[in-house]
């Protein structure tokens, strides 16, 4: 199956008022670029330079998306152009991405990182370590940054009623924020879940945006 096909089978999975993030990490620009052709235009990456190599060489109306863990130290790099970036997963890192962001006069939209599965991760705030930076308010002293949501990752498991549960966990802790912390701001609107071997079943557990990547590209040459 081609990228074109793999890609059109996807989208009939997914309602239109889902995003779909294709994730070209470890793929060719010629497979960024087939996807471009059939109307693609929201990218996720994982690695800086990988990244910033690939952004020189494609289309610039490409939205591109940082999915993975970010160094503080390689913010910079990725400020310039990025649209989003989905792995906030501390304070730190926020502070870095507004500094930065002010620099080149940008708002970048941001993804709080919290972690649902079981299995051990050493990324991603905990509930109540999320809880408590909100209620710090210094968030809203970062006017560089803008908080549009939560992102998180399922346990890998075959076990679908675990995966549902920690997904039906990350959509009512983000029903939590909202109220709590945005309940005026339409922006804050994004719950980033789901990826290739689990995505129909984040979307039924509430998704905004799906993170796609071998389903679409294939398997990744690492
Ligand atoms: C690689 C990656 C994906 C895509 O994974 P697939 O299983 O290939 O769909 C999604 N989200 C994150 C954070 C990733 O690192």
Redesign the pocket.
């Known amino acids: 199956m081609s990228v074109s096909e793999n890609l059109n089978s996807v989208r009939k999975n997914i309602p239109s008022q889902v995003t779909l993030?294709a994730?070209s990490?470890f793929h060719p620009v010629e497979s960024i670029r087939e996807a471009y052709d059939c109307g693609q235009r929201v990218f996720?990456e994982?690695r800086v330079q990988e990244l910033t190599d690939k952004v020189s060489q494609l289309p610039t109306d490409i939205e591109w998306h940082f999915?993975?863990h970010l160094q503080t130290n390689k913010v910079k790099y990725i400020v310039p152009f990025i649209t989003m970036i989905?792995?906030i997963d501390s304070e730190r890192l926020l502070q870095e991405i507004d500094k930065s962001a002010a620099k080149v006069n940008r708002t970048i939209d941001c993804l709080l990182q919290i972690h649902i599965a079981e299995e051990e991760s050493k990324f991603g705030f905990s509930l109540d370590e999320c809880r408590e930076f909100m209620a710090s308010g210094r968030w809203k002293q970062m006017p560089n940054i803008r908080l549009r949501g939560v992102?998180g990752?399922a346990t890998f498991t075959e076990n679908e009623t675990q995966v549902r549960r920690e997904f039906e966990l990350l959509s009512h802790f983000f029903q939590e924020v909202k109220e709590k912390w945005f309940a005026d701001e339409a922006s804050f609107s994004e719950i980033s879940m789901g990826?290739?071997?689990d995505?129909r079943i984040a979307i039924e557990s509430g998704s905004t945006m799906v993170?796609?990547?071998?389903?679409?590209?294939g398997n990744?040459q690492y």
Request: aromatic residues 8%; positive net charge; glycine residues 14%.
């Open positions: 993030v994730v990490k996720g994982s999915i993975g989905h792995a992102m990752m990826m290739s071997d995505y993170r796609i990547g071998s389903t679409i590209f990744r």
